[in-house]
């Protein structure tokens, strides 16, 4: 038996409004799914329009200029004696030309990328000579570093490009670039230094790599062992 919720009057199993008040009869377990159907947010997706690269470009680049020049003016007129503001504006010109190729221009060659990425980290090392006062680093220790990274990175990506590529096959070219980084780095180190050239550090990194990399040639030149390590890997 079921009663009005309002009047209290006896109601009948098919009512659908209690007949003396034409209060509405609603059974709780219906109410409930009622509840549950009604989603707490929108079922459709709605899409946004892109960005154009063009913009987003423009936009980067006007907050990197006005970085560089508010920091130039107030070492300038406010923050005097000292030049950190070309720490600054190296820093932005750093960023700059590296979201050249990923974001203004997108046909840039990436060849052509890495190097000016070299160039500009040159000319900012040659920017804290000023800040530091030091210059003997730059021509001796810093400008050979860049141009052996430089390379390195030109290599990597010259074999990554142009040679099979595969998961096996760009770890064994990233490995060998990177204990060919090491090795290099401690070599410009200890000839700056003035120092016997010896490796240490870096033999360790280039004892690791040399490891992974005969692992991963072994891989390659077995195919029933470079399928099964690929469906371990799940690569």
Same mark, same amino acid.
């Given at each position: 038996?079921?009663?009005c ?5 006896e ?11 034409n209060?509405? $009869? ?6 409930e799914k009622?509840? @549950?159907?009604?989603q ?5 997706k709605?899409?946004?329009?892109? $960005?154009?690269?063009?913009?987003l470009?423009l936009?980067?680049? #006007?907050v ?26 190296? /820093? ?19 060849y $052509? ?8 980290v040159? &000319?900012?090392?040659? #920017? ?6 030091m ?16 390379? /390195? ?9 142009r ?14 670039? /990177? ?16 120092? @016997?050239? &010896? ?7 280039m ?21 099964? /390590?690929?469906?371990?890997? @799940?690569?």
């Amino acid at each position: 038996m079921s009663y009005c919720v309002n009047c209290g009057v006896e109601l009948d199993a098919s009512a659908k409004e209690c007949p003396l008040c034409n209060t509405p $009869v609603l059974n709780p377990r219906e109410l409930e799914k009622m509840v @549950h159907a009604q989603q707490p947010f929108p079922t459709k997706k709605g899409t946004v329009e892109t $960005v154009k690269r063009r913009d987003l470009g423009l936009l980067i680049s #006007m907050v990197v200029l006005a970085t560089a020049v508010t920091c130039g003016i107030l070492n300038a007129f406010v923050f005097q004696g000292v030049m950190w503001s070309l720490a600054v504006i190296g /820093v932005c010109a750093i960023l700059w030309v590296i979201l050249i190729p990923v974001i203004i221009y997108t046909k840039q060659p990436v060849y $052509v990328s890495l190097l000016f990425d070299g160039l500009v980290v040159v &000319a900012y090392l040659y #920017m804290l000579t000023f800040l530091t006062g030091m210059g003997e680093w730059f021509p001796e220790l810093g400008v050979p570093i860049v141009l052996w990274v430089t390379a /390195v990175a030109e290599a990597f990506t010259l074999c990554v490009r142009r040679l099979p590529r595969s998961f096996l096959t760009v770890s064994l070219y990233l490995f060998t670039a /990177v204990g060919l980084l090491c090795g290099g780095l401690e070599i410009l180190i200890d000839r700056y230094l003035g120092g @016997h050239i &010896a490796l240490s550090w870096s033999a360790v990194v280039m004892t690791v790599c040399g490891i992974v990399d005969i692992a991963i040639i072994t891989m390659l030149s077995r195919r029933r062992l470079r399928n099964a /390590v690929r469906r371990r890997l @799940h690569f």
